[in-house]
């Protein structure tokens, strides 16, 4: 799985570096392998902190990262 | 043929409770490689000192410029100067390097502290003529120069940090030397020298100045460019000329922006990787890498803070500690434009990014055009050839 997040001026500025450090330790706690890396700009900047997973563009708040986890990543991880 | 010029830097200290400094150090040619610098030191302290001092460093920075005479200049110096009521007489010290065009120096030296020079980071002493003029002694020196050839000019104040407190008596000329040359590295710029011997003058001193402290150090060193991009141009279609102009420029590149490294990514046919984004500082985005490019950062928030820094050097200098080695965008920048390039050439886009339009954020286009104007500003006050092309 890849994850990407936009470390631009506009991202940036809504909070890319909390996202980024909230993600960290969460991506930790699972065996899985993520891959979580930095990008530029996704161009869908007027929302949140832009966020791309397995190419699926996600925007999000600082706050949602630990919901953003548990519905979208831990979803894909376990396919049920 | 290497192409030589110089980079000068100084910084005084006030008396304890001075407002002005009684010290002056005028430039003329900075950057260039003919290059006057006079420092003189005013009798007494406060705003007598400072409009002796100011007085005779720009009579005799202009009149050298100039090519007068050194009998003419002292002659004059010693007829205009307002005499002093309390003394009964016209007084300010004065030291002057001129450095010509083809690499030589001269050096004359009036009541202050010797001008120390330093040749491979090492004491270099240089043979030294004395002259009466208007029965003044004036001493007089003749050096042909090499490349990292570093003069250190100070007045009195140096030599006197550190009297009855830290030291019996005070700084001596020959503590000087052993401290710049332990602490001398090539890489430093001469703003960078002035100011570790200011700041170690300052401690000696216990913060508490007795005497008005300036140091000025010129350095002789090579000719260095330096490309930097930022935006992408207003008109699309222009792009491969922007970057084809760019990259084919010698020396240095750095590119910053999102977009603008996505677009030289590109056109380099590399991939930009910013792997997992290492906050260095949290309040600056993280760096990425490109092969082809020296650094690639972000744009508004990243220029902010060099200009910031770039202020800040041009001042006190004080802030020299955090980019001096610290590893984010800014400071990397901050390097590279203050300690590494003479020449430097910018590269602005003007496309207007929308999403950066609104008001809540401090990222404008505005705002991005008003950077760069004044971080030239800033880097042409350093010495630096600046060039800005629009796209």
Redesign the interface.
Known sequence: MII???????C??KG??RV??QLQPLIAQTDANIE??????LNN??EGVCVKLDGELFSLQPEDVQQFFETEILRRLSPT | MISLCTDVGHLSLNKQGEKICGDHIEVVGQGESATTVVLADGLGSGVKAGILSTLTSKILSTLLANDMTIEDCVRTIASTLPVCKVRGFAYSTFTILRISEDLQAEIIQYDNPQVILLRDGKNHDYPTQSEKIDGKIIYKSRISLREDDTFVLMSDGAIHAGIGSALNFGWQREDIIHFLETVYNREFTAKTLSTMLVNECSTLYGGAPGDDTSICTVKIRRRQPLNLMIGPPANPVDVEKMMSLFFSKQGRHIVC???T??LAAEHLGKP?D????L?VD?EI??T?RLEGVDLVT????TITRVLEYAKNYLTDNDSYTDWSYKKDGASLIARMLFEEATDINFFVGRAI????Q?PN???GFSIKMHLIEELSDCLRTMGKRIKVSYF
Not at chain 1, 36 to 41: E, I, K, V
Not at chain 2, 298 to 301: Q, T
Not at chain 2, 353 to 356: G, I, M
């Open positions: 990407s997040i936009c470390v631009g001026s506009s940036h500025l890319a570096r980024v450090e979580l890396g930095g990008c530029f700009c900047c007027t | 922006g999102g977009t490294s996505s930009l910013v792997s997992l984004p906050y949290p985005p993280p990425a972000e744009g508004v928030l990014n929308p999403a950066h609104n954020l401090p990222i």
